[in-house]
């Protein structure tokens, strides 16, 4: 029986909604303007706001102004959208049954025999942190395979303090053959040669917002060629449906995808709820976004089945999601010592003397997806995003319940006869930003080079003087000694309260015993 979930208020609503119960309660909002910035500045001050943080990524600002002023501004002329800042949900489900078949269900351990571990990629990971003392993240002589960056002002230190990340992680790129513990081996990820950049986008309670999200996209973008980033993985979901022609966190998304990063997103866990598919940004028609399937232990796709908790449906702008589906159920990974997930898992889903733990959720499976986009990439890396999600999507397996899973071996063989996401319509901010440096929005005439020069990325933010986040090399107490560097977001430090720590992303006592019971575990 498929999970369902109680439908929440759309952005417009919860806007609406608190400006009439609270109107002089003080709430920090994500603008995003059509006009230039020195304009849009002055629209801020008439409605008695303060500037918190600049997000060139979505042409906007967070704000925090009185909740009736907040509900005035979405009316003002120049202002594209005005959504209040909301947390954002971590999509995993559970622990469940222990079960290590993912590689071979998918055809990864095909890619291993033929020379694809996906070395050379990098694959960014939008979560809580990753825990990179783990000898699975390292390489044979020692070294680290993961870059660390910090995203949330309230993160002091590296590391993971959830175990969300370090898990996600793990199913992208985790390898144990270098572990002299005994466990050599025996637990791998998808593309277990893979450079990983830990983007921490939670404080150090875990908490996280969509503010957080939205700055690591921005790193992402800044730092793709340097750090030859192609991939970037975010098991995270919005709490509040919307239409991707207008949520900022979609324009992030798209941000990504059109400077030439595939975007792989887990589609949430609200099974069949008539909103299911309707949270950013698991529902921009852009990114490739995933479901999740139980594959009844074997290693034989051909059984494998709809995963109940893993959300399906239509998006509020007509879109079927998610794209493809992946393992996602009795997923073991790498766990992060201390981490919430160590103390509140039972002891029947901690294994290897707590090194590794099984969880499941469409959190999961999104990293599988991610990995094999970077399989992928390794082989063939000329490819563009809409390249990549079509022959990730168009050449699946058939699963028992007749929906399309994800086959490495097959994308891998299969030439693109027709590129995804042909004729969509961009999200506003982003259609606008094309269009101002002069590039089609429709990508009808794109060429290798409209990809991989971010001069658009770039130029088009700067244009009315959009500053970029800047990002430093990290401070004191925060450089991971692990990690092959560690950057702070500078912009982000200097934004005062433009963060609301009471919107949690992956708080714990989201992840409490009384959430996770016996039988879910």
């Not at 109107?23 to 706001?49: C, D, L, Y």
């Not at 270098?178 to 081996?185: E, I, K, N, S, W």
């Not at 949520?247 to 866990?269: I, K």
Request: glycine share 8%; proline share 5%; with cysteine.
């Amino acid at each position: 029986m498929a999970t369902a979930a109680d439908a929440a208020p759309t952005a417009a609503a919860r806007l609406a909604a608190t400006a009439k119960q609270s109107p002089n309660r003080s709430v920090t909002a994500i603008v995003q303007f059509k006009v230039p910035e020195a304009k849009a500045k002055r629209i801020v001050k008439a409605h008695k706001g303060t500037i918190t943080d600049k997000l060139p990524a979505v042409q906007g600002f967070a704000v925090r102004l009185p909740a009736k002023q907040a509900k005035a501004l979405k009316s003002a002329k120049g202002v594209l959208n005005v959504t209040l800042n909301a947390k954002v949900n971590s999509t995993s489900f559970s622990p469940e049954l222990l079960a290590t078949n993912f590689p071979k269900t998918t055809g990864a351990d095909q890619a291993w025999a033929a020379g694809l571990t996906g070395k050379g990629v990098g694959v960014a990971i939008i979560d809580s942190g990753i825990n990179g003392d783990i000898a699975d993240f390292k390489n044979a002589d020692g070294t680290s395979r993961v870059t660390n960056v910090i995203s949330n002002p309230g993160a002091t230190g590296a590391g993971d303090p959830v175990g969300h990340g370090t898990h996600v992680a793990g199913i992208v790129g985790g390898n144990s053959a270098f572990r002299t513990d005994g466990l050599a081996g025996k637990y791998t990820g998808i593309a277990p040669e893979a450079d990983l950049v830990a983007i921490k986008t939670s404080d150090d309670a875990g908490n996280s917002t969509v503010l957080d999200v939205i700055n690591a996209l921005q790193f992402v973008v800044d730092h793709k060629d340097e750090l030859n980033i192609k991939v970037v993985n975010l098991s995270v979901s919005a709490d509040t449906p919307g239409s991707y022609r207008t949520d900022p966190l979609n324009a992030a998304v798209e941000f990504a995808w059109h400077a030439g990063v595939v975007v792989v997103s887990a589609v949430g866990n609200r099974g069949d709820a008539a909103d299911a598919a309707q949270y950013a940004p698991g529902n921009d028609p852009y990114v490739i976004s995933v479901g999740a399937t139980d594959e009844r232990e074997t290693a034989a796709p051909a059984d494998d089945t709809v995963a109940d908790f893993s959300s399906r449906g239509r998006t509020i702008d007509g879109f079927n999601k998610p794209d493809v589906f992946a393992p996602g159920a009795k997923i073991v990974a790498p766990l992060a010592a201390g981490s919430a997930f160590s103390q509140l898992a039972p002891a029947t889903s901690i294994f290897e003397g707590g090194q590794y733990i099984r969880i499941g959720g469409t959190s999961m499976a999104s990293p599988v997806v991610a990995g094999a986009a970077a399989l992928l990439l390794q082989a063939r890396p000329d490819l563009n995003p809409d390249q990549v999600k079509a022959l990730l999507t168009a050449n699946v397996t058939t699963t028992a319940d007749g929906v399309g899973q994800v086959n490495i071996p097959a994308a891998l063989a299969a030439q693109v006869s027709t590129a995804a996401n042909a004729g969509l319509t961009p999200n506003l901010s982003v259609a606008t930003a094309l269009t101002l440096a002069g590039i089609d929005p429709t990508r009808a005439t794109w060429t290798k080079a409209t990809w991989t020069k971010a001069t658009w990325t770039k130029a088009t933010w700067t244009r009315a003087t959009w500053t970029k986040a800047t990002w430093t090399a990290g401070a004191s107490g925060t450089t991971a000694p692990w990690a092959r560097a560690t950057w702070t977001c500078a912009a982000c430090e200097s934004a005062g309260d433009g963060v609301d720590p009471t919107k949690s992303t992956w708080s714990r006592s989201t992840w409490s015993r009384s959430t996770w019971s016996s039988i879910e575990w």
